[in-house]
């Protein structure tokens, strides 16, 4: 079982005159990994990564993989991926409150070129930097978040 503090990310997007929380990642005490939209109404589109090696795309799904127990997470894996639209009117995303968190990435959507908007969530083996080079090679252009404060580390990538 790995030991650690409880930490959450969140992503946040503005396009200018609406700033909102759109997604979000959280490990808890026992090492459980936990995310998803930030939406009302989106607690059933919650991802779990569970200590004990158990996954589930989303709570509504009863089916569940069987995956590395965290404690013994190597090497790097994308946890999910998001595409969205630009719009922050066309989703019920929550307008973004300033609170008490761990870590944040700040996307201003005025700055994108495309017309839609794509997160990936990876976890990365603690201490092995190296394994972000295929992710980098992967996705040369995008804008890459890294979180060493969680175990293994969380890497937001904004492309």
Known sequence: MVNVSKKRIEIVATDGQN?????????????S???????????ELRSTYKASGQRRAHESEKQTVTWSPIAKFKGACQLAYYGMTKDLSALPFKPYVSKKIDGIVYVDYRTLQRKDFHASLYLVEKNHPEYLQRIIEL???????LFTFTNPWTLVLIH
């Open 19 to 31: 700033t909102r929380s759109v997604l979000w990642i959280e490990q808890a005490r026992d090492g």
């Open 33 to 43: 990994f936990y995310y998803g939209p930030a939406y009302k109404g989106a607690g």
């Open 139 to 145: 996705f040369p252009n995008a804008n890459l978040h």
